[in-house]
């Protein structure tokens, strides 16, 4: 009977120190990146690397980044960029040649800031779809994106994160 | 046979026939996927791919920009559409109408650059018409570098209008490069797999097109090789179908989706 009872309390032990560890994952962090202070929650099992300007969220042969591109008006002597000029933009700050182009994109309101979600294929045969989300804080912009990976396992990644995103740069002094 | 048993067996008969003739026909009403719009020349082109147990590839090469849609498990069928992009790229109209619009914010270093790029190419031409083009061209380009250095930039911007509406005057026909583009047995890596069948005239979207119903001879069997071309807006195109006769009615149902948006400043 007091075996019975070990074990259970036990399984009781190891279920709750489980869904502790679980619940450890989803809490939201801070990170620097660039300028842009961020609070984010990482998507379950998916590995963070700090590299200053750019972080890293990888998961096997998966890979996201989340980056500060750079000045949102980077000559400011010039006129604020249009919205196809920021996307073109953000987009040739990541893959410079011609290879892609984009499938569909709208602006999204999330956690307080408008995002530009695009979603990208090959230009020649709309296969190898991407995904990327910008938007602007502190002067700068801040790319999410697919760097490399299954669509199937990077999207809904993507997705989770975008959601959790919150850029509190204007709440702070930026470096 | 009582009377309710015969509508029976004459009911079940019926079913019967349905059912073995949707059997021989198991992907003829197969819906193909939404319309897609590709960019592989300044005309982009929209059409409705084929259902997905074709799957896709990027196809480029000899000239031309396209995708391929391989048969899953098909033993080598496809359908592949394409745009001759090398010959699209012969035409630099679009390339002097940009560096009009840009000229004053270059250097004299940069522009006379960009001006030497802009020269239409007189190596192999399409046709004797193209060549006379491309020299017009140039004698134009030739000009700017000329009233450049002789400090007349009023004659530059002219040299370079002269040079765009020579440029713009001219589109390929299909005339002209179908004898580059047709298929050529001899031209090919093994010339005794391929059968010349029928040549018709055919419309696609409304465009006058050139169709070459032929036969490749695989291993395995002999295959359709099915060829249209067509030229809409100086780009050329092509259709190819290379499989069995039960899965030709997708490539002209796929043929048969084919449009052409009209030419927006982006896409150019």
């Known amino acids: 009977m007091r075996r019975a009872e070990a074990i259970a309390a036990l399984s009781a032990l190891l279920a709750l120190g489980a869904a502790c560890s679980r619940r450890e994952e989803r809490v939201a962090r801070d990170y620097q990146v660039g300028v842009h202070q961020v609070r984010l929650v990482a998507p379950p099992g998916w590995e963070v690397i700090e590299h200053g300007r750019q972080h890293l969220f990888r998961k096997d042969q998966s890979e996201l980044s989340l980056v500060d591109v750079g000045p949102t008006n980077p000559d400011s002597t010039a006129p604020q960029m249009t919205r196809d000029q920021k996307t073109a933009y953000v987009l040739g700050s990541f893959d410079p040649s011609d290879r892609k182009e984009i499938a569909q994109r709208e602006d999204r309101l999330r956690q307080g800031r408008v995002w530009t979600e695009v979603h990208t294929w090959s230009r020649v045969s709309h296969t190898d779809p991407a995904r990327v989300a910008f938007t602007e804080a502190a002067g700068h912009f801040l790319v999410l994106a697919t760097d490399y990976g299954p669509i199937e396992v990077t999207g809904p990644a993507f997705d989770s994160l975008l959601a959790t995103i919150e850029d509190r740069s204007d709440r702070a002094t930026p470096r | ?268």
């Open chain 2, 1 to 268: 046979m009582p009377r309710s048993t015969h509508r029976l067996a004459i009911l079940a008969g019926l079913a019967g026939l349905a059912l073995l003739a949707s059997c021989g026909r198991p992907h003829q009403d197969e819906p193909l996927l939404p319309v897609e719009t590709f960019s592989w020349c300044p005309q982009p082109i929209a059409f409705a791919p084929p259902p997905s147990r074709w799957y896709r590839q990027g196809d480029n090469g000899g000239g031309t920009l396209g995708v391929r849609f391989i048969l899953r498990d098909g033993g080598g069928q496809c359908i592949s559409l394409a745009g001759y992009r090398a010959f699209a790229e012969r035409n630099p109209k679009a390339a002097i109408e940009r560096l009009i619009g840009r000229r004053d914010s270059l250097s004299e270093r940069e522009f006379l650059n960009e001006v030497s790029k802009l020269r239409a190419r007189t190596d192999d031409p399409l046709s004797d018409r193209e060549a006379m083009v491309a020299a017009s061209i140039n004698e134009s380009l030739d000009r700017v570098a000329s009233d450049h250095f002789a400090g007349q930039p009023g004659f530059v911007l002219a040299d370079l209008e002269s040079a765009l509406r020579v440029a713009s005057g001219y589109q390929m026909t299909l005339e002209e490069i179908l004898p580059r583009i047709r298929l050529h047995p001899e031209r090919m890596h093994e010339p005794e797999r391929w059968r010349l069948g029928y040549e018709r005239d055919t419309v696609v979207a409304g465009h006058p097109a050139f169709a070459s119903d032929d036969t490749l001879i695989t291993d395995e069997r002999p295959l359709l090789y099915h060829q249209v071309f067509w030229v809409v807006g100086g780009c050329a195109f092509n259709a190819i179908y290379q499989g069995t006769a039960e899965n030709l009615p997708t490539f002209h149902r796929v043929l048969d989706s084919v449009a052409f948006p009209e030419i927006t400043i982006a896409s150019r």
